[in-house]
Each structure stands twice: as structure tokens, then as C-alpha cells.
């Protein structure tokens, strides 16, 4: 099922992302006070927390949309999709003018083991014993915290003007580690009933 990530990302872009960004508003931008009209304005210019609510009203009302209208929409979305996505990795692979630096290395990945590792044991933790959820939904909580980090933190980086690099080599870091993770739990559902309920 999609819905547990989705849910995960609207979290996500609901609460942290504009707490994160006032909070850093406020620190960098030395605004006295965190200001309601700048958390909606990084709400509402979210392109995933609008697609998330759209298709949240879609499912609950029960919304039919035409087919052809689904597939011009698919259409349309699959050329953006592909370019975002190649100028995100075009604009991640370029270090500044200094290059990666063996700080930035040793942060980045410290920062990816806490994402890959560290943030799905606590959620396994707290899904097993605090909110003792069904064999299903341990694994969706603990697979959804494990997810590489999103491109939030490089764009915020971009934004604030600091640690780019770093944001650029921990979206690099979590991504190949979470890639490996799901291929040694795959194997290991394989062989056994490891998180299978």
C-alpha cells in the first residue's frame, strides 16, 4: 500500500518542513519572530504536500476523473518528473569550488547512518513495545523511517547558503544505503519470515 509513505510525507511536509524552515528563518535570516505568512507560503508552494492533499480529497470523496483526463495528466507529469529528476542529480553532483572535504565526507555519512539505521530502530522500538502494532504495520513504520533523506535538506541547504555539500553526499550516502538495506531484508524474507506477518 502507498498510504503508510504517503502519510509519512505529509507528516513530514506538514509539521517538520515549515518548523524547519521558520526555525531557520529565524536563526539565519535573523527574523525576530517566526511568521505565520512564511510557514503557509512554504506550505502552499509544496509540490508534494498539494499533490498529497489532492489525491487524499480524490480518494475520500470518491472523485472519479475521466481516463482521458488521467492519462493527459500522466503524460504531462512524466517529462517534468524525468527532468527534475536529472537536474536534482545534475545540480547534486557538483561540488563548490573547494571541492568534498573529509569533514563533510565523515558528516554526511554519520548523518545517512542515523537515517538508515539509527531513526528505523527507534521506530521498530516504538511500533513493537509503545504502540505494539500488528507484524504489517512494524514493518511500514520501520521501512518509512528507513527511507533515504528527501531533497528538502539539499533545497534548504541552497536556500540558507550552508552545508550544500553535505546535504549533497547524505542524499547520495542514505539513498545507496537504503537501496542495500532493502535487498539484505529482501533476502532474508526469502529465506525465512523475518518481518513477514
Do not use: W
Amino acid at each position: 500500500s502507498a498510504i503508510p509513505p504517503l502519510m509519512s510525507l505529509l507528516i513530514q511536509v506538514l509539521f517538520f518542513l515549515p518548523a524547519a524552515t521558520a526555525l531557520l528563518d529565524v536563526m539565519t535570516l535573523k527574523e525576530k519572530t517566526i511568521r505565520a505568512s512564511s510557514i503557509i507560503r512554504t506550505l502552499v508552494t509544496n509540490p508534494i504536500l498539494v499533490a498529497g492533499i489532492a489525491a487524499i480529497l480524490v480518494s475520500t470523496l470518491h472523485i472519479r476523473i475521466p481516463i482521458f483526463f488521467r492519462h493527459s495528466v500522466q503524460l504531462m507529469g512524466a517529462p517534468p518528473m524525468t527532468l527534475g529528476l536529472f537536474a536534482l542529480g545534475f545540480t547534486c553532483y557538483f561540488p563548490d569550488r573547494r571541492g568534498f572535504t573529509r569533514q563533510q565526507v565523515i558528516h554526511a555519512l554519520i548523518g545517512a547512518l542515523i537515517k538508515i539505521f539509527y531513526q528505523p530502530a527507534i521506530a521498530f522500538l516504538l511500533a513493537s513495545f509503545v504502540l505494539k502494532m500488528d507484524a504489517a504495520g512494524i514493518r511500514d513504520l520501520t521501512v518509512c523511517a528507513a527511507l533515504p533523506s528527501a531533497v528538502n535538506g539539499f533545497v534548504l541547504s541552497q536556500r540558507y547558503e550552508s552545508g550544500e555539500n553535505e546535504a549533497k553526499l547524505t542524499l547520495l550516502f542514505s539513498t545507496g544505503g537504503f537501496m542495500a538495506l532493502v535487498i539484505l531484508i529482501s533476502l532474508l524474507n526469502r529465506t525465512n519470515s523475518f518481518l513477514i506477518g
